[in-house]
């Protein structure tokens, strides 16, 4: 069993900063993405960056210099530092893996979602 645990979100002003932290745990073999997606309320779930093991990037062009996305392989851990904050970035915030298991299975895993909200 694999398991997503995220941490880091909160309450913040615009033009604030927030820093998220994924960690992986359980039976790993290895991890290919890592990423975050959010879901603000009404709206679907959305990608926000993704990052793979390589270190190869994906991310929104609405969050573009101002999110940046990191990974230390050796945690499986994932961070996605959030600068210029404005209040359209108010979501839940999911992490999400790609992970190969013990047995060998390709499990796409999600986190319990974290909330951002950002006022004006």
């Known amino acids: 069993q694999v398991q997503l645990v995220e941490s880091g979100g909160g309450l913040v002003q615009a033009g604030g900063s927030l820093r998220l932290s994924c960690t992986a745990s359980?039976?790993?073999?290895?991890?290919?993405?890592m990423g975050w997606y959010r879901q603000a309320p009404g709206k679907e779930r959305e990608l926000v960056a993704t990052?793979?093991?390589?270190?190869?990037?994906n991310c929104a062009d609405s969050v573009k210099g101002r999110f940046t996305i990191s990974r230390d392989n050796a945690k499986n851990t994932v961070y996605l530092q959030m600068n210029s904050l404005k209040p359209e970035d108010t979501a839940v915030y999911y992490c999400?893996?790609?992970?190969?298991?013990?047995?060998?299975?390709?499990?796409?895993?999600w986190g319990q979602g974290t909330l951002v909200t950002v006022s004006s």
């Open positions: 990052m793979t093991s390589g270190g190869s990037t």
């Open positions: 359980g039976s790993i073999v290895s991890i290919s993405v």
């Open positions: 999400n893996a790609g992970v190969r298991d013990v047995l060998y299975r390709y499990l796409g895993v």
